[in-house]
């Protein structure tokens, strides 16, 4: 085990949080795929919560139907910081504020935002530590 998955599986268990992940098949997940890798759906459960469920493609190199991500691969992964206006999103992220595609990945990111405070907004700090 590396440092960071140590740092990951310290801040579930610090938080009480677990991590479970399914295998949804192996096919593109990006947009822009040009090859298949492995998708996972990924169940974050917390306490009383309501369980956070999302889509996580792992990266192609690990994409041998067996190698599952770690919890450092996916809470280093989740998007942790407000990401601000379109304007601002599209300005950081290099989209352009004309495109329909940008405007739906705006709006994904930003639901993440919301399960991810939703989830750990108590404990952001730590989550943010991870990288």
């Not at 098949?25 to 919560?49: M, W």
């Not at 990401?83 to 495109?99: A, H, K, L, Q, V």
Request: aromatic share 12%; glycine share 6%.
């Amino acid at each position: 085990m590396t440092d960071h998955e140590k740092q990951a599986n310290d801040f579930l268990q610090k938080t009480g949080a677990t991590l479970k992940a399914d295998l949804l098949g192996n096919f593109p997940y990006f947009d822009s795929d040009k090859e298949s890798r492995d998708v996972y759906q990924i169940t974050i459960t917390r306490g009383g919560r309501k369980p956070w469920t999302f889509r996580f493609g792992q990266s192609i190199r690990n994409s041998d139907g067996v190698t599952k991500p770690t919890a450092y691969d996916v809470l280093s992964c989740v998007q942790k910081y407000d990401i601000g206006t379109f304007d601002d999103f599209c300005s950081d992220f290099g989209y352009d504020t004309d495109s329909r595609k940008a405007e739906k990945t705006y709006f994904a990111v930003q639901r993440e935002v919301s399960e991810c405070q939703r989830m750990f907004g108590d404990a952001m700090e730590d989550l943010e530590n991870i990288n």
